[in-house]
C-alpha cells in the first residue's frame, strides 16, 4: 500500500495436512507474537503502521502481547480487517487507533474460554445448582473462570483507556467479555460503531489484491464458483 507505513499482515487460513487431505486450522500463537513484536521494533517510531488481520483468534498471551506492543508504537496503528477478526483478532484490532472494515468485515466478543467451554457458562453452573451437587472440578473451573474474565475485562479496559472514557472503556470491557453473547458471535461495523469504537468503512484495494495471495486450501471440488473479474453491464432502455 501506497501509505508510507509499515505492513504487517495476520493472516490465518485451513490448511491441508499432507497427501491425506487433513484440514486444521492456524491460530495466533506465540511464533507469531514473536515475529510481529519483532517487526514493530524494526519499525521507525515516526513511521505508522498497518496491519492486516485475518484470523479466528488464539492464545490470549499471544493476542496481549501483540494489543500491548501495538499500543506502545508511537505512530499512528491502522488494523485492516477484510474478513474477520474474531476473539484475540478484536483484542488486536482495540490496540489500534483505527480500525477499517469491509462493509461485511465483523469482530467479536472477548469472553474467556476454558477449553470447550465458555468462562462465564462454567461460572452460571455455580448459580444454578448446590454446591453440594457440584463436582470439585466443576468448583475449580470456575474459580479459574472468575479469575480469566476479570483479567481479561482489566486487558481490555487498559487498552482502551487512551481511546476512550475511563466509564466508557469500563463499560465496553464489560460488554465484550462478560459472555452476553456466543463465543462466534460476529460483531459488525454498525454495530461497533455503537459501541463507541474508532471504526470506519473502505479497505484499501491494495488489501483484497494481498488476500487474493493467501488461498484457502483447495478441496477437491470447489463449492463456490464464479469467473473473478466484473461483468460489463448495461440496462436495457
Same mark, same amino acid.
Given at each position: 500500500? /501506497?501509505?508510507?507505513s509499515?505492513v504487517i499482515?495476520l =493472516?490465518?487460513r485451513?490448511?491441508?495436512?499432507? &497427501? *491425506?487431505g =487433513?484440514h486444521f ?6 511464533e ?9 521494533? +524494526?519499525t ?14 488464539g ?5 496481549e502481547?501483540i494489543?500491548? !506492543? ?9 488494523? &485492516?480487517?477484510p474478513?474477520y477478526?474474531?476473539s484475540?483478532?478484536?483484542? =488486536?484490532?482495540l490496540a489500534?487507533?483505527e480500525i /477499517? *472494515?469491509?462493509?461485511?468485515?465483523? +469482530?467479536?466478543?472477548?469472553d ?5 467451554? $465458555? !468462562?462465564e457458562?462454567i461460572i452460571?453452573?455455580?448459580k ?5 451437587d =457440584? ?6 473451573? !470456575?474459580?479459574?473462570a472468575h479469575?480469566?474474565i476479570?483479567q ?8 482502551l483507556?487512551s481511546?476512550l472514557?475511563?466509564?466508557?472503556? #469500563? ?13 462466534d458471535? $460476529?460483531l459488525g461495523? #454498525? ?8 471504526v470506519r468503512?473502505?479497505? $484499501?484495494r491494495?488489501? %483484497?489484491?494481498l488476500?487474493?495471495? %493467501?488461498p484457502?486450501a483447495p478441496?477437491r471440488?470447489p463449492?463456490v464458483?464464479y469467473?473473478?473479474?466484473?461483468y $460489463? %453491464?448495461?440496462?436495457?432502455?
Amino acid at each position: 500500500m /501506497v501509505r508510507e507505513s509499515r505492513v504487517i499482515t495476520l =493472516i490465518h487460513r485451513q490448511e491441508s495436512l499432507n &497427501f *491425506l487431505g =487433513i484440514h486444521f486450522r492456524n491460530f495466533i500463537n506465540v511464533e507469531d507474537s514473536e515475529q510481529i513484536l519483532r517487526a514493530v521494533r +524494526l519499525t521507525p517510531d515516526e513511521m505508522p503502521i498497518d496491519l492486516i488481520l485475518h484470523t479466528p483468534g488464539g492464545l490470549v498471551l499471544a493476542s496481549e502481547q501483540i494489543a500491548e !506492543a501495538l499500543k506502545k508504537h508511537p505512530s499512528k496503528v491502522t488494523v &485492516f480487517v477484510p474478513h474477520y477478526a474474531m476473539s484475540g483478532g478484536t483484542m =488486536i484490532s482495540l490496540a489500534a487507533d483505527e480500525i /477499517v *472494515l469491509d462493509e461485511n468485515a465483523v +469482530l467479536g466478543p472477548v469472553d474467556p474460554q476454558l477449553g470447550q467451554f $465458555p !468462562a462465564e457458562s462454567i461460572i452460571e453452573v455455580t448459580k444454578i445448582k448446590k454446591v453440594e451437587d =457440584i463436582s470439585d472440578n466443576t468448583l475449580i473451573m !470456575a474459580d479459574i473462570a472468575h479469575k480469566a474474565i476479570r483479567q481479561v475485562r482489566h486487558f481490555i479496559k487498559q487498552i482502551l483507556s487512551s481511546k476512550l472514557s475511563e466509564e466508557m472503556a #469500563e463499560q465496553l470491557a464489560n460488554v465484550l467479555s462478560d459472555g452476553r453473547w456466543t463465543h462466534d458471535c $460476529p460483531l459488525g461495523g #454498525e454495530d461497533l460503531i455503537q459501541l463507541g469504537l474508532p471504526v470506519r468503512f473502505g479497505l $484499501p484495494r491494495e488489501v %483484497y489484491e494481498l488476500m487474493d495471495l %493467501y488461498p484457502q486450501a483447495p478441496t477437491r471440488r470447489p463449492t463456490v464458483q464464479y469467473i473473478p473479474m466484473p461483468y $460489463p %453491464y448495461e440496462r436495457e432502455k
